[in-house]
């Protein structure tokens, strides 16, 4: 994994966005669901508006984890579209106003449009960028998407350890030697220079156990390492909590000896 080559490329692409949709594969195992938990709860604390779809059932395993609740199982059609010929209505202007609680949207045209004229439908969500995660090719893609043209047109980026992979997006991170996508998501987070949160880093610590059996198979040097990286980030924390009991035992004993 030629790491040292994208990860500025990655790094641009999601500084750049700010609704970001993160894509579990449906046949992702534990390892996947976690590292796009990871993922959303990253983005979030960058300041971003991440969405998160995965379009199976959670697994058993981990469905009971603290943030399951962000998962959906498909983008959804939420966006109402209000459709007319524009050419032979000629709008001026564009308003709006609540009235007793009643959305009221005003066109103001030269000519007057028929109710007969209009048709009403309902579109998927914007992004300005989606990021795949176990995703081998674009015929994985299901429902979710409203054809090919909702991903052609968008930045994307392709992160998957399966030798399979078919390169599909614009920006690909693919390594067929990592045990895991929570492996490839540590080792790229070290690179961002941003530390992850306690929270970030349980998820792929766990992320990692999943996919190796608890270390004992499909595991390298780089499995170990992305291990190491998680490891120091949550005993750091556990010292940081020691430290701030300490200091408030030390103020419970100041405050009795300065009352005795």
Do not use: C, W
Not at 152 to 168: A, E, M, Q, R
Request: no cysteine; charged share 25%.
């Amino acid at each position: 994994m030629q790491i040292n080559l994208s990860y500025l490329q990655i790094k641009s692409l999601i500084e750049e966005a700010e609704k970001i949709l993160v894509y579990v594969s449906r046949d992702a195992s534990a390892d996947g669901v976690l590292a796009g938990l990871t993922l959303h709860t990253y983005l979030a604390g960058l300041g971003k508006k991440p969405a998160l779809v995965y379009p199976a059932e959670i697994p058993s395993e981990i469905k009971d984890l603290s943030g399951v609740q962000a998962i959906e199982k498909s983008l959804g059609a939420k966006n109402l579209v209000i459709s007319f010929d524009y050419t032979k209505t000629e709008v001026e202007k564009v308003n709006y106003k609540v009235d007793k609680g009643k959305f009221n949207l005003i066109l103001q045209s030269k000519k007057p449009i028929a109710p007969s004229e209009l048709s009403f439908s309902y579109t998927g969500r914007d992004f300005d960028l989606i990021i795949f995660l176990g995703v081998t090719d674009l015929e994985k893609l299901n429902e979710s998407f409203e054809g090919e043209d909702f991903y052609l047109s968008k930045p994307s980026l392709n992160i998957d350890n399966k030798v399979t992979n078919s390169f599909f997006a614009k920006v690909n991170l693919v390594d067929p030697k990592a045990s895991s996508i929570s492996e490839i998501l540590a080792t790229l987070f070290e690179k961002f220079g941003r530390p992850l949160a306690k929270k970030e880093a349980e998820l792929l610590v766990l992320g990692l156990k999943y996919a190796t059996n608890n270390f004992t198979i499909a595991t390298s040097s780089a499995t170990f390492r992305a291990a190491s990286y998680l490891t120091k980030i949550l005993e750091k924390d556990k010292g940081v909590e020691s430290m701030q009991e300490s200091i408030e035992v030390s103020k419970e004993q100041i405050s009795k000896e300065n009352f005795a």
